[in-house]
């Protein structure tokens, strides 16, 4: 399947949904203010408006308060979902949680305190532009604006009363999105020879990505639609369930941003959507963002690699993890991961660490930070030339 984009003149919202989007009849509605932690002297202003549907209508001041109302109204939806990423980005569900079986927990934990560090975070944080900073500031302050008002205990959903629901920060979301999406359990097995692995199962899907994955969505143009605007249908077979699933959102600065469509849960802004000018999708593609490396060892060293003739040494990062006991002590774990300048050695199913090969994959977003900037150029644009 080729990788695509399809555009559209935007019909306007009412032509869309066949009603006036903003007279649809109001659920709910309030507005917040709120104190902002020290990167503004002003406070938040936002009004959030929900829907018949539940969804929230979110027209805010200024990017920090747009950020703030959808954290809040998130957390109302999904709280304990954005409770676990954070949990699971920080290293800590062994911690609270336990090993797990097969070592699940555990093998999360050493990955997480190898790549979505604070220092991984704050790099994706700080190449982000200042509108995208400010919203993510604010998320994480309108979030824990609701976790403030609502008892842990009482908190809807199935983290109801878990301690591991705590506030979070601007640095945690980062976070959030340096955790790996695939072969976090390969990174965490991999050792040299006669080093003790782990006992996690594999998450390798050898089908591979785009053959397991599909999509579809229709752009129509304004010669064959009956009000002569341009439409698009998107149709992007993405989970009903999990963690991963879409929420439904439309945020407004005014005279700024004016965006409706979804996003992952627990991911700030719009990134299947469309405006009062544009409509946007996209859908999987074959292309291999993934590379493997078959790396031939250097004689009598399984941790050094030849390169151009010449061994070079992998890099170690050496981690603790905290484990919860049965009796609910802790119990600090040591693990050493391994690292090539292609990426992170891997234990491939079929392919073990041995004395003579190891393999490593090199992943070509793992340095891009561009993803903010180009979303919030999508969401502003007011022509096709534009997006």
């Known amino acids: 399947m080729r990788a695509i984009a399809l555009l ?4 306007p919202f009412r032509t869309l949904v066949g009603v006036p989007l903003l007279l649809l009849p109001l659920a709910a509605a309030c507005t917040l203010d709120g104190r902002r932690d020290g990167s503004a002297a002003s406070g938040y202003d936002v009004t959030i408006r929900r829907d018949a549907y539940g969804v929230p209508h979110i027209v ?6 747009l950020g703030y109302g959808e954290g809040y109204a998130f957390a109302q939806d999904h709280a304990c979902t954005l409770a676990d990423q954070v949990l699971r980005a920080r290293g800590e569900r062994a911690r609270y949680l336990g090993r797990g079986e097969r070592d699940v927990h555990l ?15 704050r790099l994706s944080f700080e190449a982000a532009p200042p509108e ?5 500031v604010g998320y994480a302050d309108g ?4 976790l403030a008002e609502t008892p842990v205990d009482r908190i809807p959903g199935w983290c109801g009363g878990q301690p591991w629901v705590r506030p979070i920060s601007a640095l945690d979301l980062a976070r ?4 790996p999406a695939a072969f976090v359990m390969e990174i965490a097995t991999a050792a040299p020879p006669g080093a003790e692995p782990l006992a996690a199962a594999f998450s390798f899907n050898p089908e591979g990505e785009g053959l397991t994955t599909a999509s579809n969505a229709w752009a129509i143009g304004a010669e064959r639609s009956e009000r002569g605007r341009g439409m698009l249908f998107a149709y992007p077979h993405w989970f009903w369930t999990g963690g991963q699933r879409f929420w439904e959102k439309h945020l407004t600065v005014p005279g700024d ?5 979804v996003s992952t849960l627990g991911s700030p802004g719009v990134a299947i959507g469309f405006n009062r000018h544009v409509a946007w999708t996209h859908t999987v593609s074959a292309s291999r963002r993934i590379t493997f490396y078959s790396l031939k060892l250097a004689p009598g060293d399984p941790t050094a690699y030849l390169y151009d003739g010449a061994p070079r040494p992998m890099h170690k990062r050496v981690v603790t993890v905290d484990v919860r006991q049965p009796d609910g002590s802790l119990t600090p774990v040591t693990r050493t991961l391994y690292g090539t300048h292609y990426g992170p050695v891997i234990n491939l199913p079929g392919l073990p660490w041995t004395a003579e090969r190891a393999v490593a994959y090199r992943d070509v977003n793992a340095a891009n930070f561009r993803g903010g900037a180009l979303y919030l150029a999508m969401q502003r644009a007011r022509s096709l030339e534009a997006f």
């Open 257 to 261: 941003l004016d965006v409706y469509g």
């Open 60 to 65: 805010a001041a200024d990017f920090g308060s």
């Open 132 to 136: 995208v900073r400010a919203m993510v």
């Open 8 to 11: 559209a003149s935007a019909v």
């Open 176 to 179: 959030r999105g340096k955790f």
């Open 107 to 121: 093998a999360s934990d050493v990955v997480a305190h190898a790549v979505s560090t604070e220092d991984a975070g």
């Open 143 to 146: 979030y824990n604006r609701y």
